[in-house]
T-cell receptor
Framework: QKEVEQDPGPLSVPEGAIVSLNCTYSNSAFQYFMWYRQYSRKGPELLMYTYSSGNKEDGRFTAQVDKSSKYISLFIRDSQPSDSATYLC????????FGDGTTLTVKP | SQTIHQWPATLVQPVGSPLSLECTVEGTSNPNLYWYRQAAGRGLQLLFYSVGIGQISSEVPQNLSASRPQDRQFILSSKKLLLSDSGFYLCAGERASGNTIYFGEGSWLTVV
């Protein structure tokens, strides 16, 4: 069993939809939780970074961490075609572990 | 934040030829450095990581090697490439005391 499991997708939504991307994990030592966005043929870029449980909002993006359930989510409001990318979750307790990514397509 | 420079961006190499991918880091000293490989539609596979000059840990046995000749320079090499070495290679770095990794733009390697 992998330490980090990410909903595999792919996910296709119409422009303007609310998107939910999710990961579960098994290592209770994880303290730092990240979301990366990766456009086709590019390196991943850090999108959101949170420490411990709770919510963090940045514009149209909200990262949510529930340590009691070992579950994290990334919500995208008013999704745009430019949000089409692969999203990777990552978690760290000194060493980072990545999910395999969910590919999102937002259709105009 | 850090900036990771990685080159070349794309290369096509014949089987049996050598490989050298280079990576440099700006914005931090004594970073932890990483080489990952990402197969098409797949997750990130950690190949090597380094916590300091000359200190290299290998995560998987393979046809590749890594070196760190300077604090902010990390090199991925092979003496003889195999077809199975084709893929997308990513250099990444983080502050020694940090918990977030920053990636370079990646290098696409096709072995023919």
């Amino acid at each position: 069993q992998k330490e980090v499991e990410q909903d595999p997708g792919p996910l296709s939504v119409p422009e303007g939809a609310i998107v939910s991307l999710n990961c579960t994990y098994s290592n209770s030592a994880f303290q730092y939780f990240m979301w990366y966005r990766q456009y086709s043929r590019k390196g991943p870029e850090l999108l959101m970074y949170t420490y411990s449980s709770g919510n963090k909002e940045d514009g149209r993006f909200t990262a949510q961490v529930d340590k009691s359930s070992k579950y994290i989510s990334l919500f995208i409001r008013d999704s745009q075609p430019s949000d089409s990318a692969t999203y990777l979750c990552a978690m760290s307790e000194g060493k980072s572990t990545f999910g395999d990514g969910t590919t999102l397509t937002v259709k105009p | 934040s850090q900036t990771i420079h990685q080159w070349p961006a794309t290369l096509v190499q014949p089987v049996g030829s050598p490989l050298s991918l280079e990576c440099t880091v700006e914005g931090t000293s004594n970073p932890n450095l990483y080489w990952y490989r990402q197969a098409a539609g797949r997750g990130l596979q950690l190949l090597f990581y380094s916590v300091g000059i000359g200190q290299i840990s290998s995560e998987v046995p393979q046809n590749l090697s890594a070196s760190r000749p300077q604090d902010r320079q990390f090199i991925l090499s092979s003496k003889k490439l195999l077809l199975s070495d084709s893929g997308f290679y990513l250099c990444a770095g983080e502050r020694a005391s940090g918990n977030t990794i920053y990636f370079g733009e990646g290098s696409w390697l096709t072995v023919v």
